[in-house]
């Protein structure tokens, strides 16, 4: 929608996140131009396309670590993004759409939470405290409850005998799996993966994936990932988005896009992928 629209009502459950026609710059480079795409709440959605094609600015944008770019042309704006059937990007005043402001952001990306390739941690926070800081400082959470939480969950992803270690004494799939319990121990509505395991060893990705397919199993939460783990988004994905120079070539469930991809740019992406 444009900017200058009243800001639409949610009507019933509709998507969780919501591109509109966004456009994202760096300089010159024009990453992503007007995307538009849609993720129903639940939904996992594996993002897949050659480097440099957008992916990364695309999770990006959704934990607000980058801001649409408006475009100095009237007839358009930068477009929106939107989150749980309220703009995100932008916010309301007097009743049209304005970029976003800090107070806004911040109460509202709590509801995002990522993993990054490079884990991340705070290397010089014990592994506890590491999974309780957001919930005491972001969250508001008392000390003993945010322990206790993550306690918990540092026991789901294996390390609850890992909890008085610095990260430098982890192994690097167990740093990836302990920034896996820093984001769910916010209590996201959207987890972001960000090719968590092309940092690791080989012998250490598995076992991440394992925690990640757990994590798919046992919550609803809605899921985008980037990964070159084919299998991984085969298992777990209801749907595949590929893209190119920020655009999205083709989209569809993992057993069609991965069988019969219809674009030769999809299946030149895959010949490659899989050849590694
Ligand atoms: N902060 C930045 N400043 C300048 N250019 C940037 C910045 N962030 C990303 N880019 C450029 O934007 C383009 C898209 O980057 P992005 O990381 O989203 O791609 P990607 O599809 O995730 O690639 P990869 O698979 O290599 O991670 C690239 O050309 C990248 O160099």
Known sequence: MRQNEAPREPSGPGPIIEF?????????????????????????????????????????????????????????????????????SHMEKKGVLVPANEKWLRRRRSRVGMVFQQFNLFPNMRVLRNVTEAQVHVAGRSKEEAEAKARELLELVGLAEKTDEYPSRLSGGQQQRVAIARALAMDPDILLLDEVTSALDPELVADVLAVLRDVAESTSITMLCVTHEMGFARDVSDRVMMFDSGRIVEQGPPDAMFSEPQEARTQDFLRAVLAE
Do not use: C, H, N, Q
């Open 20 to 88: 509109d026609r966004v456009d994202k710059s760096f300089g010159d480079l024009m990453v992503l131009d007007e995307l538009s795409f849609r993720v129903d709440p639940g939904e996992r959605v594996t993002l897949i396309g050659p480097s440099g094609s957008g992916k990364t600015t695309i999770l990006r944008l959704l934990m607000t670590l980058e801001k649409v770019t408006p475009k100095a042309d009237p007839e358009r704006d930068g477009g929106v993004v939107w989150l749980e059937g309220k703009p995100y």
